[in-house]
Protein backbone atom coordinates (compact mmCIF):
# COMPACT_ATOMS: atom_id res chain seq x y z
CA UNK A 1 0.00 0.00 0.00
CA UNK A 2 1.16 3.56 -1.08
CA UNK A 3 0.88 6.15 1.48
CA UNK A 4 1.22 9.56 0.33
CA UNK A 5 1.76 12.84 2.97
CA UNK A 6 1.07 15.98 1.63
CA UNK A 7 3.00 18.24 4.47
CA UNK A 8 5.88 17.77 5.95
CA UNK A 9 5.40 19.57 9.39
CA UNK A 10 4.22 17.89 12.73
CA UNK A 11 1.12 15.63 11.53
CA UNK A 12 2.90 14.52 8.35
CA UNK A 13 6.34 13.20 9.66
CA UNK A 14 4.17 11.41 12.71
CA UNK A 15 2.10 9.85 10.47
CA UNK A 16 4.84 9.01 8.06
CA UNK A 17 6.37 7.27 10.92
CA UNK A 18 3.24 5.30 11.91
CA UNK A 19 2.99 4.60 8.31
CA UNK A 20 6.48 3.05 7.95
CA UNK A 21 6.11 0.91 10.93
CA UNK A 22 2.95 -0.32 9.58
CA UNK A 23 4.15 -1.86 6.11
CA UNK A 24 3.15 1.58 4.04
CA UNK A 25 5.04 2.27 1.00
CA UNK A 26 5.62 5.93 2.26
CA UNK A 27 6.29 9.19 0.44
CA UNK A 28 6.58 13.30 1.61
CA UNK A 29 5.48 15.68 -0.27
CA UNK A 30 5.99 19.55 1.03
CA UNK A 31 5.91 22.52 -1.35
CA UNK A 32 7.79 24.56 0.90
CA UNK A 33 10.72 23.98 3.02
CA UNK A 34 10.48 21.09 4.93
CA UNK A 35 12.29 22.32 8.86
CA UNK A 36 15.37 20.78 9.85
CA UNK A 37 14.39 18.57 12.76
CA UNK A 38 11.45 17.12 10.15
CA UNK A 39 13.92 16.57 7.66
CA UNK A 40 16.43 14.78 9.88
CA UNK A 41 13.41 12.41 10.83
CA UNK A 42 13.26 11.40 7.55
CA UNK A 43 16.80 11.18 6.45
CA UNK A 44 17.20 8.63 9.40
CA UNK A 45 14.34 6.70 8.49
CA UNK A 46 15.04 6.29 4.73
CA UNK A 47 11.65 7.66 4.43
CA UNK A 48 11.75 9.01 0.68
CA UNK A 49 10.39 12.87 0.33
CA UNK A 50 10.51 15.95 -1.81
CA UNK A 51 10.45 19.75 -0.95
CA UNK A 52 9.59 22.87 -2.70
CA UNK A 53 6.63 21.77 -4.98
CA UNK A 54 4.68 18.40 -5.39
CA UNK A 55 5.57 15.95 -8.28
CA UNK A 56 2.00 14.45 -9.22
CA UNK A 57 2.79 11.28 -11.00
CA UNK A 58 4.70 10.44 -7.25
CA UNK A 59 1.51 11.76 -5.66
CA UNK A 60 -1.42 10.05 -7.97
CA UNK A 61 -0.06 6.76 -7.50
CA UNK A 62 -1.25 6.72 -3.76
CA UNK A 63 -3.48 4.18 -2.10
CA UNK A 64 -4.62 6.59 0.46
CA UNK A 65 -3.48 10.79 0.48
CA UNK A 66 -2.67 11.67 4.07
CA UNK A 67 -3.41 16.10 3.76
CA UNK A 68 -2.00 17.87 6.43
CA UNK A 69 -5.00 20.41 8.38
CA UNK A 70 -2.93 23.29 6.97
CA UNK A 71 -3.64 22.37 3.18
CA UNK A 72 -7.36 23.46 2.14
CA UNK A 73 -9.34 21.04 0.44
CA UNK A 74 -9.71 23.81 -2.58
CA UNK A 75 -6.06 23.42 -3.50
CA UNK A 76 -5.86 21.82 -6.90
CA UNK A 77 -4.07 18.87 -6.00
CA UNK A 78 -6.69 18.02 -3.55
CA UNK A 79 -9.56 18.48 -5.95
CA UNK A 80 -7.96 16.48 -8.26
CA UNK A 81 -6.93 13.68 -6.16
CA UNK A 82 -10.79 13.40 -4.63
CA UNK A 83 -11.68 13.56 -8.93
CA UNK A 84 -9.47 10.36 -9.41
CA UNK A 85 -11.17 8.45 -6.37
CA UNK A 86 -7.70 8.47 -4.18
CA UNK A 87 -8.41 8.57 -0.70
CA UNK A 88 -7.57 11.92 0.88
CA UNK A 89 -7.89 11.70 4.83
CA UNK A 90 -6.28 13.69 7.94
CA UNK A 91 -3.37 12.22 10.66
CA UNK A 92 -6.71 11.70 13.25
CA UNK A 93 -8.26 9.49 10.66
CA UNK A 94 -5.36 7.23 9.88
CA UNK A 95 -3.63 7.03 12.70
CA UNK A 96 -6.95 5.96 15.21
CA UNK A 97 -6.91 2.82 12.94
CA UNK A 98 -3.94 1.52 14.60
CA UNK A 99 -4.73 2.01 18.13
CA UNK A 100 -7.63 0.90 20.22
CA UNK A 101 -7.65 3.77 22.81
CA UNK A 102 -10.26 5.68 24.51
CA UNK A 103 -10.38 9.00 23.01
CA UNK A 104 -12.03 12.01 23.98
CA UNK A 105 -12.11 14.28 20.96
CA UNK A 106 -12.36 18.02 21.44
CA UNK A 107 -13.44 20.85 19.64
CA UNK A 108 -14.78 24.40 18.91
CA UNK A 109 -14.28 27.76 17.68
CA UNK A 110 -12.35 28.58 21.34
CA UNK A 111 -11.56 27.17 24.33
CA UNK A 112 -10.96 23.91 22.75
CA UNK A 113 -6.88 24.34 23.80
CA UNK A 114 -7.55 25.14 27.63
CA UNK A 115 -10.46 22.24 27.84
CA UNK A 116 -8.05 19.77 26.02
CA UNK A 117 -5.32 20.24 28.46
CA UNK A 118 -7.33 20.40 31.69
CA UNK A 119 -8.97 17.56 30.64
CA UNK A 120 -5.75 16.08 29.99
CA UNK A 121 -4.22 17.66 33.26
CA UNK A 122 -7.43 15.64 35.48
CA UNK A 123 -7.05 12.25 33.93
CA UNK A 124 -3.54 12.31 34.27
CA UNK A 125 -4.12 13.05 38.03
CA UNK A 126 -6.74 10.28 38.25
CA UNK A 127 -3.68 8.10 36.96
CA UNK A 128 -4.78 7.18 33.48
CA UNK A 129 -2.25 6.78 31.36
CA UNK A 130 -3.83 9.48 28.80
CA UNK A 131 -2.32 11.16 25.91
CA UNK A 132 -3.03 14.23 24.59
CA UNK A 133 -2.52 15.41 20.99
CA UNK A 134 -4.48 16.58 17.57
CA UNK A 135 -4.18 20.09 17.12
CA UNK A 136 -1.51 20.40 20.34
CA UNK A 137 1.87 18.78 20.97
CA UNK A 138 3.45 15.64 19.49
CA UNK A 139 1.14 14.66 16.78
CA UNK A 140 -1.43 11.88 17.50
CA UNK A 141 0.11 9.72 14.80
CA UNK A 142 3.45 9.57 16.28
CA UNK A 143 2.24 8.62 20.02
CA UNK A 144 0.31 5.80 18.44
CA UNK A 145 3.28 4.38 16.75
CA UNK A 146 5.76 5.09 19.66
CA UNK A 147 3.65 4.96 22.74
CA UNK A 148 1.00 2.85 24.47
CA UNK A 149 -1.39 4.95 25.73
CA UNK A 150 -5.48 3.75 26.87
CA UNK A 151 -6.57 6.71 26.50
CA UNK A 152 -6.10 9.62 24.33
CA UNK A 153 -7.06 13.72 24.53
CA UNK A 154 -7.21 15.16 21.33
CA UNK A 155 -7.60 18.73 20.02
CA UNK A 156 -9.43 18.77 16.53
CA UNK A 157 -9.78 21.87 14.48
CA UNK A 158 -12.42 22.18 11.63
CA UNK A 159 -9.90 21.09 9.10
CA UNK A 160 -8.73 17.53 10.60
CA UNK A 161 -12.60 16.72 10.94
CA UNK A 162 -12.83 17.56 7.38
CA UNK A 163 -10.72 14.85 6.86
CA UNK A 164 -12.08 11.88 8.90
CA UNK A 165 -14.21 8.80 7.49
CA UNK A 166 -14.55 5.88 10.42
CA UNK A 167 -13.29 8.28 13.42
CA UNK A 168 -15.56 7.87 16.58
CA UNK A 169 -14.68 9.42 20.11
CA UNK A 170 -15.91 7.74 22.87
CA UNK A 171 -16.32 11.57 24.29
CA UNK A 172 -16.98 14.07 21.79
CA UNK A 173 -16.89 17.75 23.20
CA UNK A 174 -18.31 21.12 21.19
CA UNK A 175 -16.92 23.63 23.34
CA UNK A 176 -18.86 26.93 21.09
CA UNK A 177 -19.63 27.55 17.67
CA UNK A 178 -18.82 31.20 16.59
CA UNK A 179 -18.07 32.17 12.90
CA UNK A 180 -13.99 31.61 12.04
CA UNK A 181 -11.94 30.64 9.14
CA UNK A 182 -15.33 31.09 6.40
CA UNK A 183 -12.52 31.81 4.06
CA UNK A 184 -12.31 28.29 4.37
CA UNK A 185 -15.64 27.97 3.93
CA UNK A 186 -16.75 29.81 1.32
CA UNK A 187 -17.90 32.37 3.48
CA UNK A 188 -20.41 29.89 4.43
CA UNK A 189 -21.09 29.58 8.20
CA UNK A 190 -23.63 26.65 7.88
CA UNK A 191 -20.36 24.67 6.45
CA UNK A 192 -18.30 25.37 8.76
CA UNK A 193 -20.61 24.02 11.81
CA UNK A 194 -21.18 20.67 9.25
CA UNK A 195 -17.75 20.36 9.87
CA UNK A 196 -17.61 20.44 13.93
CA UNK A 197 -20.41 18.24 14.15
CA UNK A 198 -18.61 15.74 11.74
CA UNK A 199 -17.28 15.16 15.55
CA UNK A 200 -20.02 12.65 16.14
CA UNK A 201 -20.74 11.70 13.02
CA UNK A 202 -19.92 8.13 13.96
CA UNK A 203 -20.31 7.81 17.37
CA UNK A 204 -23.20 4.97 18.83
CA UNK A 205 -25.48 5.56 21.58
CA UNK A 206 -22.62 4.21 23.35
CA UNK A 207 -20.85 7.59 23.41
CA UNK A 208 -21.16 11.02 24.77
CA UNK A 209 -21.67 14.38 23.07
CA UNK A 210 -20.99 17.35 25.57
CA UNK A 211 -21.43 20.38 24.71
CA UNK A 212 -22.41 24.28 25.00
CA UNK A 213 -26.06 24.44 25.77
CA UNK A 214 -25.85 28.39 25.52
CA UNK A 215 -24.36 28.40 22.20
CA UNK A 216 -27.56 29.01 20.41
CA UNK A 217 -25.56 27.66 17.11
CA UNK A 218 -25.26 24.37 18.88
CA UNK A 219 -28.60 24.12 19.93
CA UNK A 220 -30.34 25.05 16.84
CA UNK A 221 -28.06 22.29 14.77
CA UNK A 222 -29.32 19.47 17.35
CA UNK A 223 -33.02 20.37 17.09
CA UNK A 224 -32.61 19.85 13.48
CA UNK A 225 -30.33 16.93 12.83
CA UNK A 226 -30.49 13.75 15.30
CA UNK A 227 -27.57 12.61 17.19
CA UNK A 228 -26.96 8.62 18.52
CA UNK A 229 -24.75 9.66 21.37
CA UNK A 230 -26.02 10.73 24.22
CA UNK A 231 -26.35 14.16 24.86
CA UNK A 232 -24.71 15.87 27.96
CA UNK A 233 -24.97 19.64 28.01
CA UNK A 234 -23.44 22.44 30.17
CA UNK A 235 -24.75 25.69 30.59
CA UNK A 236 -24.47 29.01 33.12
CA UNK A 237 -27.96 29.67 32.49
CA UNK A 238 -30.19 26.87 32.59
CA UNK A 239 -30.48 23.46 34.88
CA UNK A 240 -29.92 19.68 34.07
CA UNK A 241 -31.34 16.14 35.16
CA UNK A 242 -28.26 15.45 33.11
CA UNK A 243 -25.22 17.92 32.64
CA UNK A 244 -23.69 20.15 34.08
CA UNK A 245 -24.70 23.64 35.45
CA UNK A 246 -24.18 26.59 37.71
CA UNK A 247 -26.00 27.30 40.87
CA UNK A 248 -25.10 29.98 43.50
CA UNK A 249 -21.48 30.29 42.49
CA UNK A 250 -21.32 26.51 42.40
CA UNK A 251 -20.55 23.99 39.65
CA UNK A 252 -23.25 20.99 39.73
CA UNK A 253 -22.85 18.29 37.28
CA UNK A 254 -25.01 14.99 37.17
CA UNK A 255 -23.20 12.38 34.55
CA UNK A 256 -25.14 9.35 35.97
CA UNK A 257 -26.68 9.03 39.35
CA UNK A 258 -23.73 10.80 40.89
CA UNK A 259 -23.33 14.64 41.67
CA UNK A 260 -20.27 16.62 42.22
CA UNK A 261 -20.25 19.88 43.16
CA UNK A 262 -17.36 22.45 43.29
CA UNK A 263 -17.20 26.47 43.69
CA UNK A 264 -16.30 28.55 41.12
CA UNK A 265 -14.05 30.83 43.46
CA UNK A 266 -11.56 27.54 44.50
CA UNK A 267 -11.01 26.96 40.24
CA UNK A 268 -7.51 27.77 39.04
CA UNK A 269 -9.00 29.47 35.74
CA UNK A 270 -11.57 32.54 36.35
CA UNK A 271 -13.77 33.74 33.97
CA UNK A 272 -17.34 32.56 32.94
CA UNK A 273 -15.41 31.02 29.80
CA UNK A 274 -13.26 28.49 32.35
CA UNK A 275 -16.65 27.50 34.27
CA UNK A 276 -17.38 26.36 31.03
CA UNK A 277 -14.25 24.73 30.36
CA UNK A 278 -14.26 23.44 33.87
CA UNK A 279 -17.61 21.65 33.30
CA UNK A 280 -17.10 20.09 29.69
CA UNK A 281 -13.67 18.54 31.32
CA UNK A 282 -15.39 17.23 34.60
CA UNK A 283 -18.05 15.56 33.05
CA UNK A 284 -15.50 13.99 30.73
CA UNK A 285 -13.60 12.63 33.86
CA UNK A 286 -16.47 11.71 35.60
CA UNK A 287 -17.56 9.01 32.32
CA UNK A 288 -14.02 8.14 32.95
CA UNK A 289 -14.27 6.98 36.67
CA UNK A 290 -11.91 10.05 37.92
CA UNK A 291 -12.49 10.31 41.79
CA UNK A 292 -14.49 13.43 43.07
CA UNK A 293 -11.68 14.41 45.25
CA UNK A 294 -8.96 14.24 42.66
CA UNK A 295 -11.46 16.32 40.20
CA UNK A 296 -11.39 18.96 42.32
CA UNK A 297 -7.67 19.24 43.60
CA UNK A 298 -7.14 19.60 39.47
CA UNK A 299 -9.46 22.30 38.78
CA UNK A 300 -7.61 24.02 41.68
CA UNK A 301 -4.14 23.13 40.66
CA UNK A 302 -4.40 23.64 36.66
CA UNK A 303 -2.00 26.13 34.87
CA UNK A 304 -3.52 27.47 32.01
CA UNK A 305 -2.32 27.16 28.09
CA UNK A 306 0.77 29.68 27.34
CA UNK A 307 -0.67 32.58 24.95
CA UNK A 308 -4.17 32.13 26.38
CA UNK A 309 -4.81 35.39 28.55
CA UNK A 310 -1.18 34.05 30.18
CA UNK A 311 -0.22 37.05 32.95
CA UNK A 312 3.58 37.80 32.01
CA UNK A 313 4.51 40.60 34.41
CA UNK A 314 3.42 43.35 36.79
CA UNK A 315 5.30 46.62 36.16
CA UNK A 316 4.81 49.90 37.95
CA UNK A 317 1.24 48.46 38.89
CA UNK A 318 0.61 47.55 35.35
CA UNK A 319 -0.94 44.28 34.73
CA UNK A 320 0.71 42.70 31.10
CA UNK A 321 -1.10 39.86 29.59
CA UNK A 322 -0.46 37.50 26.57
CA UNK A 323 -3.69 36.67 24.77
CA UNK A 324 -1.90 35.94 21.22
CA UNK A 325 -3.50 33.14 20.77
CA UNK A 326 -6.97 34.73 20.66
CA UNK A 327 -7.20 34.79 16.85
CA UNK A 328 -10.94 35.65 16.54
CA UNK A 329 -13.46 38.19 17.37
CA UNK A 330 -15.13 35.61 20.07
CA UNK A 331 -11.58 34.89 21.74
CA UNK A 332 -10.40 38.29 22.14
CA UNK A 333 -14.80 38.65 23.75
CA UNK A 334 -13.74 36.54 26.12
CA UNK A 335 -10.21 38.08 27.34
CA UNK A 336 -12.06 41.71 26.87
CA UNK A 337 -15.10 40.71 29.61
CA UNK A 338 -12.49 38.78 31.91
CA UNK A 339 -10.82 42.39 32.34
CA UNK A 340 -11.22 43.84 36.03
CA UNK A 341 -9.47 47.33 35.13
CA UNK A 342 -8.96 49.70 32.48
CA UNK A 343 -7.12 47.85 29.81
CA UNK A 344 -4.68 49.29 27.29
CA UNK A 345 -5.90 46.58 24.72
CA UNK A 346 -3.59 45.44 21.78
CA UNK A 347 -5.49 44.29 18.61
CA UNK A 348 -4.62 43.30 14.90
CA UNK A 349 -3.11 41.22 12.44
CA UNK A 350 -4.37 39.03 9.39
CA UNK A 351 -8.05 39.64 9.41
CA UNK A 352 -10.41 36.61 8.84
CA UNK A 353 -13.74 38.78 7.74
CA UNK A 354 -14.11 39.89 11.56
CA UNK A 355 -16.86 41.99 12.59
CA UNK A 356 -15.60 44.02 15.49
CA UNK A 357 -19.06 45.72 16.29
CA UNK A 358 -20.07 43.00 18.75
CA UNK A 359 -16.87 44.16 20.92
CA UNK A 360 -18.13 47.54 21.38
CA UNK A 361 -20.03 47.59 24.64
CA UNK A 362 -16.68 46.02 26.23
CA UNK A 363 -14.45 48.32 24.61
CA UNK A 364 -16.94 51.50 25.46
CA UNK A 365 -16.47 50.24 29.04
CA UNK A 366 -13.55 48.75 29.84
CA UNK A 367 -10.83 49.62 26.97
CA UNK A 368 -8.84 53.49 27.85
CA UNK A 369 -6.41 52.94 24.51
CA UNK A 370 -6.09 50.54 21.38
CA UNK A 371 -2.95 50.00 20.15
CA UNK A 372 -2.97 48.39 16.63
CA UNK A 373 -0.19 45.65 15.44
CA UNK A 374 -1.20 44.72 11.89
CA UNK A 375 -0.41 46.09 8.39
CA UNK A 376 -3.64 47.09 7.19
CA UNK A 377 -5.25 48.48 10.77
CA UNK A 378 -8.25 50.17 8.98
CA UNK A 379 -11.28 48.27 10.29
CA UNK A 380 -10.12 48.89 13.81
CA UNK A 381 -9.14 52.31 13.31
CA UNK A 382 -13.07 52.76 11.06
CA UNK A 383 -14.93 50.77 14.28
CA UNK A 384 -13.84 52.33 17.47
CA UNK A 385 -12.29 55.47 16.05
CA UNK A 386 -15.30 57.56 17.61
CA UNK A 387 -15.35 55.65 20.37
CA UNK A 388 -11.99 55.33 21.63
CA UNK A 389 -9.99 58.60 22.01
CA UNK A 390 -6.25 57.09 22.03
CA UNK A 391 -5.64 54.58 18.71
CA UNK A 392 -1.70 54.18 18.01
CA UNK A 393 -0.33 52.33 15.15
CA UNK A 394 2.66 50.39 15.86
CA UNK A 395 4.46 47.65 13.57
CA UNK A 396 6.24 45.09 15.99
CA UNK A 397 5.86 43.89 19.32
CA UNK A 398 8.57 46.18 21.07
CA UNK A 399 6.87 48.99 19.52
CA UNK A 400 3.48 47.94 21.07
CA UNK A 401 4.57 47.48 24.37
CA UNK A 402 6.56 50.32 24.40
CA UNK A 403 3.45 52.58 23.50
CA UNK A 404 1.51 50.66 26.17
CA UNK A 405 3.92 51.32 28.60
CA UNK A 406 3.57 55.00 27.88
CA UNK A 407 -0.23 55.40 28.41
CA UNK A 408 -1.07 52.38 31.01
CA UNK A 409 -1.57 53.93 34.28
CA UNK A 410 -1.11 52.38 37.61
CA UNK A 411 -3.97 49.08 38.18
CA UNK A 412 -4.71 49.25 34.84
CA UNK A 413 -3.45 46.70 32.40
CA UNK A 414 -2.03 45.88 29.00
CA UNK A 415 -3.71 43.00 27.37
CA UNK A 416 -2.64 41.66 24.12
CA UNK A 417 -5.90 40.01 22.51
CA UNK A 418 -5.93 40.50 18.75
CA UNK A 419 -8.56 39.02 17.38
CA UNK A 420 -6.47 38.33 14.27
CA UNK A 421 -4.31 35.96 12.68
CA UNK A 422 -0.63 36.30 13.19
CA UNK A 423 0.99 36.17 9.41
CA UNK A 424 1.18 39.52 8.11
CA UNK A 425 3.99 40.47 10.97
CA UNK A 426 4.68 36.60 12.88
CA UNK A 427 5.60 33.38 12.07
CA UNK A 428 2.57 32.38 14.66
CA UNK A 429 0.79 33.33 17.21
CA UNK A 430 3.15 31.70 19.39
CA UNK A 431 6.18 33.92 18.38
CA UNK A 432 3.62 36.87 18.02
CA UNK A 433 3.06 35.98 22.01
CA UNK A 434 6.61 35.10 22.66
CA UNK A 435 7.81 38.76 20.76
CA UNK A 436 5.34 40.53 23.39
CA UNK A 437 6.26 38.57 26.86
CA UNK A 438 10.24 39.41 25.80
CA UNK A 439 9.24 42.86 24.93
CA UNK A 440 7.37 43.73 28.46
CA UNK A 441 10.89 41.45 30.31
CA UNK A 442 12.92 44.10 28.26
CA UNK A 443 10.85 47.36 30.00
Given at each position: M???I????E????T???GL??????????????A?K??????????????D????E???????V?????????V???????????????????A?Q??????????G????????MLT????K??????????N?????????A??N??D???????????????????????T??????????????EN???????I????????????????????????KN????Q??????????I????????????????D?F?????S?????????K???????T????????????????S???A????????????????????????N????A????QT???????G????N????L????R?????I???G?????I?????N?????????????????????????E?????P??????????Y??????????V???
Amino acid sequence: MRLVILGGGESGIGTAILGLKKGYDVFVSDNGVIAKKYKQVLLSNKIAFEEDGHSEEKIFSADVVMKSPGISDTVSLAVSLKEKGVRVISEIEFASQFTDANIVGITGSNGKTTTTMLTHHILKEGMLNVGMAGNIGVSYALQVAESNFSDYVLELSSFQLDGIEKFAPHIAIITNITSDHLDRYDYKIENYIASKFRITKNQTKEDFLIYDADDLIIEDWLKKNKVQAQLLPFSLEKEFIRGAFLKKDEIIIRTNTDEFKMGITSLALQGNHNVKNAMAASMTAQLLRVRKETIRESLESFEGAEHRLEKVLKINGVEYINDSKATNVNATFYALDSMQTQTVWIVGGVDKGNDYFELMPLVREKVKAIICLGLDNQKIIQTFGNVIDLIVETAGAEEAVKVAYKIAGKGESVLLSPACASFDLFDSYEDRGRQFKQAVREL
